[in-house]
């Protein structure tokens, strides 16, 4: 008897479902979040709390939430047991609260930046969701495009020599002050806490260690927060970093790595777009006094163009997501987040007792 040979069928694997998030705050931030998660491919919003049911409702109704889950309380998101994870997008002062207690809901937890306020907090909200078998992280999201990869690259391989120096500038004017929570010091106002924290992040990215000085300097508005600020962090191994971060004025928010051998400018480093991201790479140059005497220079600098497969929150959504489902790592490290939070809070330090002494 014969018979014909079957080749075994193969069964293709079914895709995990969406890692489903739950936003708590219906603010800027959350709303960049929700907009850019429509093209993720790993998470989508399934909820969204506000202290206001009419603010969620309308929340949902701009980013397909279904509107059973568009909840008027933090709490009632937190009993919505189809989550996967939550998103914090509160105020400064309410990350730590909130982040534990979504923890403690059994929830993955994306904290807004400044994570915390204090080291304390920041190691509590780590020891409780290790002690859970949770994952919680910092959401720096400029950390998840592959422009930041590309560059940190570029640095740890020697393309512009050994890095001596970082300039990053963060800066807006905003003329909304009632009401606006950046501008209240009695809950983390302030530029520092705000867009500062991207500055003191990326210098400790690049330098690769943690500053062993750290210096604070700034401007204090009427409401008592400091509106435009400066930063000097001095790392080992000779690398010196210079912030500029400001509520109250224009900069160009850009970021320049100095090396020995040559230089790296990064035009669009803190929101770098899914397409045209990019960074500029030079060699040597002269003094311009001695170009324009006719000394001659090296080559021009060349543009190296980065792009991403998805838009920036949704890389971030889907990275943690990954992370959170295999226990892998996070692209924000619990010693990068602490660590983070250790500067910040020097330099808040710093700008309070300057504050003082001028009050």
């Excluded at 640095?155 to 800066?171: D, H, N, Y």
Aim: proline fraction near 7%; glycine fraction near 12%; charge should be negative.
């Amino acid at each position: 008897m014969t018979t014909a040979y079957r080749p075994a069928l193969k069964l293709t694997p079914m895709p995990p479902p969406p890692f489903r998030y739950g936003i708590l705050g219906c603010g800027n931030i959350a709303g960049q979040f929700a907009s850019d998660l429509a093209d993720a491919q790993d998470s989508v919003v399934a909820a969204v709390a506000s202290r206001s049911a009419d603010k969620a409702r309308d929340f949902g109704d701009r980013f397909g939430v279904d509107p059973a889950r568009c909840f008027g309380g933090y709490a009632e998101l937190l009993a919505d047991d189809t989550l996967d994870a939550v998103y914090v997008a509160l105020p400064n002062h309410e990350h730590h609260g909130w982040s534990k207690r979504a923890l403690a809901a059994g929830f993955h937890v994306l904290c807004e930046k400044p994570f915390t306020l204090n080291v304390a907090g920041a190691e509590d909200l780590f020891d409780t969701a290790d002690a859970a078998g949770l994952r919680i992280m910092e959401a720096f999201m400029y950390r998840c495009h592959p422009l930041t990869h590309a560059v940190v690259d570029a640095v740890r391989g020697g393309v512009i020599g050994r890095l001596r120096l970082v300039r990053a500038s963060f800066c807006y004017r905003t003329s909304r002050i009632g009401g606006n929570v950046r501008f209240d010091p009695a809950i983390g106002g302030g530029g520092l806490w705000d867009i500062g924290s991207y500055c003191v992040s990326v210098a400790r990215l690049l330098a690769g260690c943690e500053p062993e000085a750290v210096h604070a300097a700034g401007h204090f508005h009427d409401t008592g927060v400091d509106d435009v600020a400066a930063g000097l962090l001095n790392f080992p191994h000779g690398v010196t970093a210079s912030l500029t971060f400001g509520m109250s004025v224009q900069a160009d928010n850009t970021l320049h790595l100095g090396g020995e051998d040559g230089w790296i400018q990064v035009p669009v480093p803190w929101k770098p777009p899914q397409r045209g991201a990019a960074y500029v790479v030079g060699g040597q140059t002269p003094p311009k006094q001695d170009l324009a005497a006719g000394g001659g220079g090296p080559p021009g600098p060349r543009t190296v163009a980065v792009d991403a497969d998805a838009p920036l929150f949704a890389l971030e959504a889907d990275a943690f997501a990954r992370a959170a489902r295999s226990g892998g790592p996070l692209p924000v490290t619990r010693a990068d987040t602490v660590g983070n939070v250790r500067v910040l809070a020097e330099m808040a330090r710093q700008l309070d007792r300057q504050r003082e002494r001028r009050s």
